[in-house]
């Protein structure tokens, strides 16, 4: 009687998994695609690509355009995510602490910028640093980018202070701890998750910002830039090899990040 | 209405990975019963409504409905209401809607589903209550919903997987007795799930034990009370001492410190020279000096007195170092003992059985 | 009396505490706000300047009177539309099957949204001009096993534009709609299904609705930077393609036409805000906050 039992099929859970496959597969098929061309022996785009060779990593690390592009987008990175942090901090931390007046006002206009197009912000910033003559520094580009990574680091700063619980902080100051160190030695290592993450954010949003850099790099190009301008001028896909070797920054960047996230649960975004 | 129908499970198996979550599981519920699945958490009960409703579908073994074999039916099509530990009431929909569900499902008219919904509603005593959305809602008043919602489309079955654990005590008891009279009203066939056996002993008509995915024993709330078929039912079903010993001729147990008991309760029969455990309930152990007739009588210490109103419980260290759990009700002329002083306890040897040969 | 007095003097005193305590947290916000002042709100307020400079509105009227530019407006609203709605329709079950599979799965699925995600945008819209190309990926494989004869244009079409605009916006669509989906408890489905409810009546009766807030912030976070798209219309449009955003940039980089590209961000800025407040504000009558399960 007690017959062995095939677990009913479920069509409804098959087509869902199809579904989400085909659009993983979407999703990830120009990340993989990047990879064999840039290892190509042609001259041109083709696929597939006619034999191996690094010729387009060497012309890349060759050229001191596209160095020079990518030690300043590194630079103009470096810059925007201190700047972001600087400014997004004690931000983030009023915004959470004290109820004051036009508190949930300042924190909805937080991500102001990033409903506003950004051709719009860029062009508006473009105007206003003309006039003061940054057109081509660097620090103009960080100053720019500052803007646009603000609302993504205040954002996840203000989720992880959120989550905080204020009573270990007032624990720690009951036990005798100012409220600097009380700051120091218990809130801080518990958001500094957040913190990373924020960090991570603020990198990225200005190391691949294109329409920003557009009209304020002037002839100083960041490495967004110099890619566009190779894509629309040139055939030769040296900028296959930049975008591997990007994706490969990247894929680390994430790893490092989730290590230093290790046994907290703020989400990468939002 | 119509009355229920009976449920058979036979011999189901269900593992989840390495874990066995139920092994060779058979039971019957007559048409019209409540059965009640009592275990401690883990212990398989929850898995084994799952498969009767049909949210898991068993390794091994069927499930018949009225005896109709419904094992490979889609949940939707067999016709059972359940209330879910949570209610699992739809937030976005008022009380009438939520309870007018299983019929637009079934394609019910709407005039119908209107007198239906309004009837099942007055049952459940929240006539007026249609228009509010489940989070304006006590808790108590959730329930009733949920169950409203179980019994309108007139299910062939109740499925209740506890759903009074997140009620307070009075609203719990108040609602225990409803549901009952509820289900006996309707003559529903009902499989209840709980890890409360007081809860268990008030409502059931049966009562199946369940530990680590096999039945341990079913029964009359009676019979698993006073009869339990092993100590882990004894110990999971009320408070119990439980005495090891080893059997002599003419019915005595001596146990491990010296002391020889009268053990006369039903139960299996020992040979002399067996390794046995033995029963005996804290509240039918007393003051020896209340207990007239009481063949055993046992010197020992009070170690801790608990007062509970009802009565008082006493831990009692005898002189061989066996500890006794007596329960003496209280009544005017109870005398009260402290921690510390001696107390002699009497029982009768009908009341000590023996339920382990070994 | 004593009494009396003593504790007016303390709720004093803690008032003055609390007082103390949010002036310095309004000091910490000092900083952030004067910065975002001066390089956000008083660049936008500049632009809208130049827009009216000279208190004419010749501008705004070249901005409309002239079809070539309302074209393009509408062109630009379709795409986002289109793209919205396709990374809705697509995004919807890869955030369920996340929501409700296996934690390993469920892992790996992450991986395969974020790791797209974090990589640029200029990088993946170079990926599909490979792919996309007339010597691309596509074509080559359709010619090599004799579909087609002859290469087919997919490059700078709206096609392309719209492809590479969803797979930048799908993971801004998934995401929220994942914790959405998340929050609804798994025993209302079963719930529903015992009580007859089959796998579509379940998603349209329970999960549509539960899931609405998060369907309309993903919508509106992927629709409204639709609107504003540059790099991927650039691109893969090949020109082809043009969307406002492009025709600002034009605007201020080749003629130096600083009045009317302040028209034309103004009226896309409006358009943008019309479309946010439409459809929060919808949200906020449609779906009572308290909605979701016990958040």
Not at chain 2, 194 to 223: C, F, K, N, W, Y
Request: hydrophobic share 50%; glycine share 8%; charged share 15%.
């Amino acid at each position: 009687m007690a017959a062995r039992r095939r677990a009913r099929r479920n069509p409804g859970r098959i087509l869902l998994r199809t579904v989400a496959g085909a659009v993983f597969v979407f999703l990830m098929l120009p990340l993989v695609v990047v990879f064999p061309i840039s290892f190509s022996a042609g001259s041109y785009l083709r696929f597939p690509p006619p034999g191996f060779s690094l010729q387009w990593y060497e012309r890349y690390w060759n050229d001191p355009i596209w160095i020079d592009a990518t030690i300043r987008s590194l630079q103009v990175g470096a810059a925007t995510t201190v700047l972001a942090l600087l400014i997004g901090i004690p931000l983030a931390f009023g915004l959470t602490r004290a109820r004051f007046p036009a508190r949930t006002a300042i924190e909805q206009s937080m991500s102001a910028p990033m409903i506003v197009p950004h051709i719009v912000l860029s062009i508006a910033i473009y105007g206003l640093f003309s006039h003061l003559g940054l057109i081509g520094e660097w620090y103009g580009i960080a100053i720019a980018h500052t803007v646009l990574a603000l609302p993504f680091v205040v954002i996840v700063l203000v989720a992880g202070l959120r989550n905080f619980d204020v009573n270990l902080e007032l624990a720690a100051r009951g036990m005798g701890a100012s409220r600097l160190t009380a700051i120091r030695r218990v809130t801080l290592p518990m958001v500094a998750p957040s913190v990373y993450s924020a960090a991570f954010l603020a990198f990225i949003t200005s190391f691949d910002e294109l329409v920003v850099a557009m009209f304020l790099s002037g002839a100083n190009m960041t490495l967004p830039k110099k890619m566009f301008d190779n894509i629309l001028t040139e055939i030769e896909p040296t900028v296959a090899a930049v975008s591997a070797l990007k994706i490969m920054f990247i894929g680390l960047l994430l790893l490092l990040s989730l290590r230093f996230r290790k046994g907290s649960d703020t989400p990468m975004t939002h | 209405m119509d009355k229920g129908a009976d449920l058979t499970v036979a011999g189901i198996h269900k593992r989840y990975g390495q874990v066995r979550a139920l092994s060779d599981v058979s039971l019957t519920v007559s048409a019209g019963e409540f059965l009640t699945i009592l275990g401690p958490s883990g212990s398989g009960k929850t898995t084994l409504l799952k498969v009767v409703a049909g949210f898991e579908t068993p390794d091994e073994g069927d499930v018949r409905v009225g005896g109709r074999d419904v094992t490979d039916l889609d949940p939707a099509q067999r016709n059972m209401g359940m209330v879910f530990q949570n209610y699992a009431l739809f937030p976005h929909l008022t009380v009438e809607r939520n309870v007018a569900f299983p019929l637009e499902m079934r394609g019910t008219p709407k005039a119908e589903i209107r007198t239906r919904v309004a009837e099942a509603l007055a049952m459940v005593e929240l006539t007026g209550f249609e228009q509010r959305l489940p989070r304006q809602l006590s808790g108590g008043q959730q329930q009733r919903v949920a169950l409203a919602r179980a019994i309108v489309f007139r299910p062939t079955l109740l499925l209740l997987d506890e759903p009074f654990g997140a009620l307070d005590r009075k609203l719990r008891e108040a609602m225990q007795l409803e549901v009952r009279r509820l289900q006996q009203r309707l003559g529903l066939t009902t499989l209840f799930i709980t890890h409360d056996q007081e809860e268990a002993l008030v409502m059931s008509d049966r009562i199946a034990v369940m530990d680590s995915g096999r039945l341990e024993q079913v029964g009359r709330p009676r019979d698993i009370y006073d009869a339990p078929a092993s100590p882990l039912v004894a110990d999971f079903v009320g408070e119990s001492n439980i005495l090891s010993g080893t059997m002599e001729a003419g019915g005595s147990v001596r146990l491990a410190d010296g002391t020889a008991i009268r053990v006369t309760g039903e139960g299996p029969a020992a040979a002399p020279g067996a390794k046995v455990r033995i029963l005996l309930r804290p509240e039918r152990l007393g003051d020896a000096g209340d207990q007239p007739g009481a063949e055993n009588q046992i010197a020992g210490t009070v170690v801790e007195a608990i007062y509970l109103g009802l009565s008082d419980k006493y831990r009692v260290r005898t002189a061989g170092g066996v500890e006794l759990l007596a329960r003496i009700g209280a009544s005017r002329t109870a005398r009260q003992y402290r921690a510390g002083e001696p107390i002699t306890v009497g029982f009768h040897a009908a009341d000590a059985r023996i339920i382990e040969v070994r | 009396m004593t009494a009396g007095t003593a504790s007016a003097g303390r709720s004093l005193r803690v008032a003055a505490t609390e007082r103390r305590a949010a002036f310095g947290a309004f000091l910490l916000t000092a900083p952030g706000l004067v910065f975002l002042g001066l390089l956000f709100a008083m660049p936008l307020i500049q632009l809208f300047a130049l827009s009216v400079e000279g208190g004419t509105t010749e501008w705004y009227a070249k901005v409309f009177a002239d079809g070539l530019y309302t074209t393009i407006f509408i062109r630009t609203f379709e795409i986002a539309l289109f793209v919205t709605v396709t990374a809705l329709l697509i995004g919807y079950p890869v955030a369920f099957f996340l929501a409700t599979t296996t934690p390993t799965w469920r892992a790996i699925g992450f991986a395969l949204v974020m790791l797209p995600f974090w990589t640029s945008v200029l990088v993946r819209t170079y990926a599909w001009m490979i792919i996309l190309g007339r010597n691309g990926i596509v074509n080559r494989f359709l010619i090599d096993y004799g579909f087609i004869e002859r290469p087919m244009t997919l490059l700078n079409t709206r096609f392309a534009v719209v492809l590479g605009m969803v797979h930048v916006m799908l993971p801004f669509m998934i995401l929220p709609l994942y914790s959405a989906i998340v929050r609804v408890d798994p025993d209302l489905a079963r719930a529903a299904r015992g009580m007859g409810a089959s796998r579509f009546q379940i998603f349209r009766r329970i999960y549509l609705p539960l899931t609405l807030h998060g369907i309309v912030a993903g919508v509106t976070l992927v629709f409204v930077v639709s609107l504003g798209f540059y790099i991927t219309p650039a691109l893969l449009g090949g020109g082809k393609v043009t969307m406002i955003a492009m025709v600002i940039e034009q605007q201020v980089r080749e003629f130096l036409a600083w009045n009317f590209a302040g028209a034309l961000s103004v009226v896309l800025l409006a358009i943008t805000l019309v479309v946010f407040w439409l459809l929060n504000h919808w949200v906020a009558r449609r779906v009572p906050p308290a909605t979701g399960q016990g958040r």
